[in-house]
C-alpha cells in the first residue's frame, strides 16, 4: 500500500498540497488542524482499520482506490474545517468518487455507511491531537467537522445518483439498439444472432413469448413492464412489442397483464421473434373489445372473415341480413349458441355453460340453420358459418 506523506496524497506526479491556515481569532484551532495534518496518515490508517468491516458486496474496487480515496478525502476535510480554499485536484473529489463507485457497482448504502465512517476517524484523531488540554476547542468547533462531512454525504449522494441515471440512460439506449438490430436489420445467420442474444443476455435458442399492444394500452404497458429486465421491450409506428424468454408455468398466457394485447407463446428462437411480433400484432388489431390476452386459437375466425371479405365483399352479408332481420333477444340467443357450440362441438357442454337444458340448445341449433341456412352440426357448413358468425360479432358488440 502507498505511503501518504509531504501532502502528496495523489500520487507521486502530483503537486504537494500546501495547508497554511492563516492565524485567525482561532489560534487554537488552527494548531488543532496543523498537528493533525501532520500526522494524517494516521487517519488513512484508522478509516482503513474501519473499512474492513464494511462489504462492498460483488463490487471489484481496487485496494489503492480505496486507499487513495480515504487520503484525498481526509487531506479535502482538513481544508474545509480550516477554512482554506480546496486545492484544484481536491475541487470535484465528491463527484469523481461518487461517479466511479456507481460504475463499480458499489450498493449506495455501503458506500454511504463507508463515508459515515469519516466523522469517527477525524473526530478521533482531533482528539488525540488536543490532548486534555485542548478537549474544549474541539467540542467548541464541534459544528465544523460535522458540516465538512455531512456536505460530502450530501455531495456524494447528489452525484452518485446523477451517474446512475446517466448508466441507466446509457444501458437503455444500448438495449434499444440492439433490439432496433433484432427487429429491423437482416441477421445474417447463427453466428450473428448468436452475437446479439449474448448481447442482449437471453439465449439465442431459446423458447421466447411475445406480446403486441396498440392503442392507449401502450403507456400502461410501458409501466408495467418498465422495471423488469427480463422483460424485452420496442416500440416502433405507436405499436409496443414486448417479449421474453418463456418459463414454464409462469407465461403471461397463465398470468395475463392487465392491458390486452395479441399474443404469440412459443417462439423458437430470438431470430423468430420479429415474424412472432408482427403476428402479435395482426391478433391484436382482430382482438374483440374487452378482452384479455387475443391469442390465434380465439382471433384466427376473424381474421380469416377479414381476408374472406377482402376476396368475395358479399361472404358474410347473407348471414348477417338474416341476423339483422331477427329480434335483439332472439339474434343474442343465436349468437351465444353458435359461439358455444363452436368451440365445445358438444350439446352437454353448450347447455351447462349456457344454463339451459339440452333440448334447448338442440332447438337455438336448429333455429339458427333455419336463419342463416347453414347447420353448425356439418363441419364444412359450421367452417363458413362461425367465420361469418365471428365478423357479424365484431360488427354488432
Known sequence: MPTHNGGNARSAAAAPRDFRPKRPMEPEWTELLESLWRDRDLLVKDFLARFSAISYGDALV?????????????????????????????QALPREVASRRARQGV???????????????????????????????????????????????????????????????????????????????DLGGPAEVRELAAALGVQAEGRFEVLAVTAESVTQAQRQFESDHRTYAYENAGVLYLFRQQRKGRTWSAEAPPFPAGYVPGVEGLAAIPAAA????????????????ATMEDTWMGIAGGLLERKFPDFTAPIRQALDNCTPLERQRLLQVARSYGRTGSIKETSEELFCHRNTVVNRLHSLHEVIGLDLTVPAQAARALIALSRYSDVAD
Open 107 to 185: 450498493p449506495l448504502d455501503a458506500f454511504l455507511e463507508a463515508i459515515r465512517n469519516d466523522f469517527r476517524v477525524l473526530w478521533k484523531g482531533l482528539e488525540r491531537v488536543a490532548g486534555t488540554t485542548g478537549i474544549g476547542v474541539l467540542v467548541a468547533n464541534m459544528d465544523r467537522v460535522l458540516d465538512a462531512v455531512e456536505g460530502y454525504v450530501s455531495s456524494i449522494q447528489q452525484a452518485y445518483a446523477e451517474e446512475e441515471a446517466r448508466l441507466a440512460r446509457n444501458k437503455q439506449l444500448y438495449r434499444q439498439r440492439l433490439l432496433s438490430r433484432l427487429f429491423n436489420a
Open 278 to 293: 408482427a403476428s402479435a400484432l395482426v391478433l391484436a388489431q382482430h382482438q374483440r373489445r374487452g378482452a384479455g390476452l
Open 62 to 90: 481496487p485496494p489503492e482506490d480505496i486507499y487513495q480515496t480515504a487520503a484525498d478525502t481526509m487531506d479535502m476535510f482538513l481544508f474545509q474545517m480550516a477554512g482554506l480554499p480546496l486545492p484544484a485536484d481536491l
